[in-house]
């Protein structure tokens, strides 16, 4: 068996903002893993959030046994981007040998499409107002927010799509005051959800907060060891394959998460369609699915995924399980 490491580049359609800085590009690491002739691949988007850089997870990546297998890899590697690539490039590779597509192996129902967000980046109140008129037509919105000036970029985004279903991500860019003054205009301005709004770190003050809209943690939630230190601040869980270190991990914090009475959202980085590929797994049933990465790009891999009016549909063979 040999494990290859390859680095992509995707162009963005358009610069995409978030409260950390912007992008015009997506770097990406492809994994490949030949064994008897059969090659599966998966792929990852290294997060300077979590200190990894393209160069840390090719070096973990490259420092993996060559015949490692799914169950060895959730010992040898943490959860991380390295792993995902690496798990979800096993996955693909077991079901190509055996003939069969993932979700069969993985014991799961038949998958279907899934509603998916439609990303706004952070902007000025016009601009956030046009770009939500432009894609008003879509049913289900995330705005990025995380600044003191957020209401009125709420505002102008409602404004600009009165009809649509909308969720705010304010990556870590709320303080305690900013969110309280504005947790009272989240029902009023119909925001279903709001991300992370406090940093993982200082999310302790949410405890006891109202929740006028359901809270949903994202870089305070990366695998099942996260479970417990969201008690009492979170209602919904993010499951991104990045985070968990690929499908196994995610399958297993989905199922516990939901044991434990939260509902689960699936995300995304931003990634070609072979990055979003497994995750279509995960958002089955669930309450948002945020897997528009390849809807934000110039460019994608040869077999994309689909997205119509539908949502996003599961990958086809020839591009992923």
Not at 107 to 113: I, M
Not at 267 to 282: D, E, F, Q, Y
Not at 291 to 301: F, I, K
Request: glycine share 8%; with cysteine.
């Amino acid at each position: 068996m040999t494990i290859t490491v390859t680095r992509d580049l995707f162009r963005l359609a358009e610069a995409f903002t978030i409260s950390r800085g912007s992008r015009t590009e997506a770097q990406v690491l492809t994994v490949r893993i030949t064994r008897d002739g059969v090659t599966g691949w998966g792929e990852c988007v290294p997060y300077a959030r979590y200190d990894e850089t393209l160069d840390s997870v090719t070096a973990e990546i490259e420092g993996l046994p060559q015949g490692i297998d799914r169950t060895a890899l959730q010992k040898a590697l943490p959860a991380g981007a390295a792993r995902n690539a690496v798990d979800c490039a096993l996955w693909d590779l077991e079901a190509k040998a055996a003939g069969r597509r993932v979700w069969e192996l993985a014991g799961l129902a038949r998958p279907g499409p899934e509603i998916t967000a439609y990303t706004l980046s952070l902007d000025t109140p016009d601009k956030m107002e046009a770009s939500a008129r432009k894609h008003a037509h879509r049913p289900l919105l995330k705005i990025k927010l995380g600044t003191e000036d957020d209401m009125a970029r709420l505002e102008a985004v409602r404004r600009g799509a009165p009809e649509a279903r909308i969720i705010v991500d304010a990556n870590e860019g709320w303080s305690t005051e900013i969110y309280s003054e504005l947790a009272p205009h989240l029902a009023r301005l119909g925001v279903a959800l709001v991300e992370q709004p406090l940093p993982a770190g200082d999310d302790e003050a949410l405890v006891g907060l109202d929740r006028p809209v359901p809270l949903c943690a994202d870089e305070s939630c990366h695998d099942r060891a996260s479970l417990p230190g969201l008690r009492g601040k979170y209602d919904v869980v993010n499951i991104k394959l990045d985070k968990t270190g690929g499908l196994t991990e995610a399958l297993l914090l989905k199922e516990q998460a939901l044991a434990e009475g939260y509902d689960v959202m699936t995300g995304c980085m931003v990634g070609s369609s072979l990055a979003m590929a497994p995750a279509v797994l995960v958002a089955q049933g669930a309450v948002v699915t945020d897997l528009d990465g390849p809807l934000l790009l110039a460019e994608d891999r040869d077999v994309p995924l689909v997205f119509d009016e539908e949502g996003v549909h599961p990958p086809a063979a020839a591009l992923w399980g």
